[in-house]
T-cell receptor
Framework: GAVVSQHPSWVICKSGTSVKIECRSL??????MFWYRQFPKQSLMLMAT?????????EQGVEKDKFLINHASLTLSTLTVTSAHPEDSSFYIC?????????????FGPGTRLTVL | GQNIDQPTEMTATEGAIVQINCTYQ??????LFWYQQHAGEAPTFLSY??LDGLEEKGRFSSFLSRSKGYSYLLLKELQMKDSASYLC??????????WGAGTKLIIKP
């Protein structure tokens, strides 16, 4: 099956620093990727839709200047958490639909656990 | 508004059968998904239904009734490793997934 990777798997950083998370589709091209955040014991919350070659679409309440998304190629999207604070500590997960955004299956990356001290 | 409802938690016995229900309201409809998520891990795809009826895949089956806005995930011959959260998600007309809060399934020996 299709594989989506994320790097790093986990990261611990100091408050005020920036953290970049990479999401790669390893065996298919993804014009669209989705970034989710999941707090403990809660469901996935869509943060933004990453579009290759254009600006990301952010969900209501998600600060685009704080969560920078770059979809530089058909296999790579990055999420940068700028000036991270303890409340940004969460599990960040990306997903990519194969065959375009209207394909019926999304493949999830393994997730990145961010802890901000 | 858009909404996905599923029970918060269910308990079942190893070897038994369990049915996890999900009701949905979405703006348009492009399918209903079920995902399994173990603690600390990303979700993994289980099933996709876009037409009414039952889709069987090994020990897992998923059912959809579009007229009722209803789906269920049926797990047979339960194993301890099936202890996980099961997420129901509906895809709306913009192909965006609307997620339920998940059903935590506890399997007892």
């Amino acid at each position: 099956g299709a594989v989506v990777s994320q790097h790093p798997s986990w990261v611990i950083c100091k408050s005020g620093t920036s953290v970049k998370i990479e999401c790669r589709s390893l065996d298919f091209q993804a014009t669209t990727m989705f970034w989710y955040r999941q707090f403990p014991k809660q469901s996935l919350m869509l943060m933004a839709t990453s579009n290759e070659g254009s600006k990301a679409t952010y969900e209501q309440g998600v600060e685009k200047d704080k969560f920078l998304i770059n979809h530089a190629s058909l296999t790579l999207s990055t999420l940068t958490v700028t000036s991270a604070h303890p409340e940004d500590s969460s599990f960040y997960i990306c997903s990519a639909p194969r065959g375009g955004r209207d394909y019926n299956e999304q493949f999830f990356g393994p997730g990145t656990r961010l802890t901000v001290l | 508004g858009q909404n996905i409802d599923q029970p918060t938690e269910m308990t079942a016995t190893e070897g038994a059968i369990v049915q996890i229900n999900c009701t949905y309201q979405t703006s348009g409809f492009n399918g209903l998904f079920w995902y399994q998520q173990h603690a600390g891990e990303a979700p993994t795809f289980l099933s996709y239904n876009v037409l009414d009826g039952l889709e069987e895949k090994g020990r897992f089956s998923s059912f959809l009734s579009r007229s009722k806005g209803y789906s269920y995930l049926l797990l047979k011959e339960l194993q301890m490793k099936d202890s996980a959260s099961y997420l129901c998600a509906g895809m709306d007309s913009n192909y965006q997934l609307i997620w339920g809060a998940g059903t935590k399934l506890i399997i007892k020996p």
